[in-house]
């Protein structure tokens, strides 16, 4: 397999693995206003709470960001970190409709364990792509991972039919 195969391969996974991500995140917005209800949320706090998911996850991607960018050269140190953010972020997710059910603060709290674990693993993989491609196949690479999102994107109208 030559160089340039496996940067071609793990973007097309980062693709796959951000169509995922952003799908997740559409199904939890369509589903929130329910699990709000449950929890003896009013409806009008919706637009605050998807604004408090907002802030985190942009306070977690970027965090994780930084700390991805010191560790580089290290990046083994933090992988058992990865996989148990990866457990955290979907086990979190899966109990969103059972926790609804025991109130507000347990719904809230799950929610803010769910997007800041899942926000901190988006730079992680971005950094080893670019650290294993060459420069000039970086813009293609980050294209076919911006593919995954752009998908998604296409696909969130059907599933809000849905």
């Given at each position: 397999?030559?160089a340039?195969?496996?940067p071609r391969?793990v973007?097309?996974?980062?693709a796959?693995?951000?169509f995922?991500?952003?799908?997740?995140?559409?199904v939890?917005?369509?589903?929130?206003?329910?699990?709000?209800q449950r929890?003896g949320?009013?409806?009008?706090w919706l637009p605050w709470v998807?604004?408090l998911?907002?802030a985190?996850?942009l306070?977690?991607?970027l965090?994780?960001?930084l700390?991805?960018?010191?560790?580089?050269?290290s990046?083994?140190?933090?992988?058992?970190?990865l996989?148990?953010?990866?457990?955290?972020?979907s086990?979190?997710?899966?109990a969103?409709?059972a926790?609804?059910?025991l109130?507000?603060?347990?719904?809230?709290?799950?929610?803010?364990?769910w997007?800041a674990?899942?926000a901190?693993l988006r730079?992680?993989?971005f950094?080893?792509l670019s650290?294993?491609?060459?420069s000039?196949?970086?813009?293609?690479?980050a294209?076919?991972?911006m593919?995954?999102?752009?998908a998604?994107?296409?696909?969130?109208?059907?599933l809000?039919?849905?």
């Amino acid at each position: 397999m030559s160089a340039n195969a496996i940067p071609r391969r793990v973007a097309l996974y980062l693709a796959v693995v951000q169509f995922f991500f952003a799908l997740g995140w559409t199904v939890y917005v369509l589903f929130l206003p329910e699990l709000l209800q449950r929890a003896g949320i009013e409806r009008r706090w919706l637009p605050w709470v998807l604004a408090l998911d907002q802030a985190i996850f942009l306070v977690a991607d970027l965090a994780m960001g930084l700390a991805v960018d010191r560790a580089r050269q290290s990046l083994r140190a933090i992988g058992g970190w990865l996989v148990a953010l990866v457990a955290l972020s979907s086990l979190a997710m899966l109990a969103l409709p059972a926790v609804s059910g025991l109130g507000a603060g347990f719904l809230l709290a799950t929610t803010i364990v769910w997007v800041a674990c899942s926000a901190a693993l988006r730079a992680p993989p971005f950094a080893l792509l670019s650290r294993y491609a060459a420069s000039a196949a970086m813009p293609w690479l980050a294209g076919v991972v911006m593919l995954g999102l752009a998908a998604a994107s296409a696909l969130a109208p059907y599933l809000g039919l849905r």
